[in-house]
């Protein structure tokens, strides 16, 4: 009878062809895709100009210097402010001392007194930001709103009603 041996000596398989190549790829697809997700290239972080409408009552005004103007007869140039989320002062700019009469097409509005004030170097990128006026209430505002066009935000006006309107705090 023959003896027959078993060996418990497993002899390497030869790997695949290419997984060194395989594996490094992976590695590096995972890292982009994580430095691309911190980073987000699509994001606008430059800084840029707010504008902001207020609307005044005709009531708390009188005549500006030139005609179809007016000035603030209460809290005049006060200060806006841009925080960010915690707090973080990022930009601020003051309320100009006249405005400009409202005419018929806008509507409820009309004889009320529109002030724009024009926030630059706003840095971008934050998606969220908190508005102040005149030292109030703070409340948030999106990116999307602070970049509005100034002529996007004049047209709105024509559209307010009265009865949504609050007086800033």
Not at 149 to 157: D, F, G, M, N, W
């Amino acid at each position: 009878m023959e003896d027959k041996q078993v060996s418990l000596d497993k002899t390497p398989q030869p790997r695949p062809k290419g997984w060194r190549n395989a594996i490094v790829a992976g590695a590096a697809t995972v890292a982009v895709g994580i430095g691309i997700a911190l980073w987000q290239p699509w994001v606008d972080r430059a800084p840029f100009t707010a504008y902001q409408v207020a609307v005044q009552d005709g009531e708390y005004t009188k005549p500006g210097s030139r005609p179809g103007t007016c000035v603030r007869t209460r809290a005049s140039e006060e200060e806006r402010v841009i925080l960010d989320e915690d707090g973080a002062r990022l930009a601020s700019a003051r309320d100009p001392r006249e405005g400009e009469v409202l005419r018929p097409e806008y509507a409820e509005f009309a004889g009320a007194c529109l002030f724009v004030a024009r926030i630059d170097g706003v840095p971008g990128g934050r998606g969220t930001y908190v508005m102040q006026w005149g030292g109030g209430t703070k409340h948030t505002m999106p990116e999307e709103d602070l970049r509005e066009p100034l002529e996007s935000q004049r047209a709105r006006v024509k559209t307010w009603k009265r009865e949504n309107f609050q007086p800033a705090d």
